[in-house]
């Protein structure tokens, strides 16, 4: 199973921009999916998680300015971005708990990480 993280660009603040993470590989279903982010000297921070049924929750950093959504029919997650501010400047990854035995063994991935830069 591979994550494809990808959507990640410099942007004035501001701007929006959207990241999708796409689940490829021996799938049987995918469960809870995360965008979590990287800023330089801090720690990877939660930023967005979407269940299997659809329910989300979000840092407080971000509620109102973005939203996760998901695609089950093309195993793929989004987070939209609005109203950027040069603090959401980091390396965003995509982790999602996928089950890949018919007798719903789960495993964890991640996906390789993108750049979200945001000017001043």
């Known amino acids: 199973v591979q994550l494809q993280a990808s959507g990640g660009g410099l942007v004035q603040a501001g701007g929006s921009l959207r990241l999708s993470c796409a689940a490829s590989g021996s799938i049987f279903d995918i469960n809870a999916v995360g965008w979590y982010r990287q800023a330089p000297g801090k720690q990877r921070e939660m930023v967005a998680v979407i269940t299997s049924s659809g329910r989300t929750n979000y840092a407080d950093s971000v509620k109102g300015r973005f939203t996760i959504s998901r695609d089950n029919a093309k195993n793929t997650v989004y987070l939209q971005m609005n109203s950027l501010k040069p603090e959401d400047t980091a390396v965003y990854y995509c982790?999602?708990?996928?089950?890949?035995?018919?007798?719903?063994?789960?495993?964890?991935?991640w996906g390789q990480g993108t750049q979200v830069t945001v000017s001043s």
């Open positions: 982790s999602a708990v996928v089950v890949i035995t018919p007798l719903g063994y789960e495993r964890s991935y």
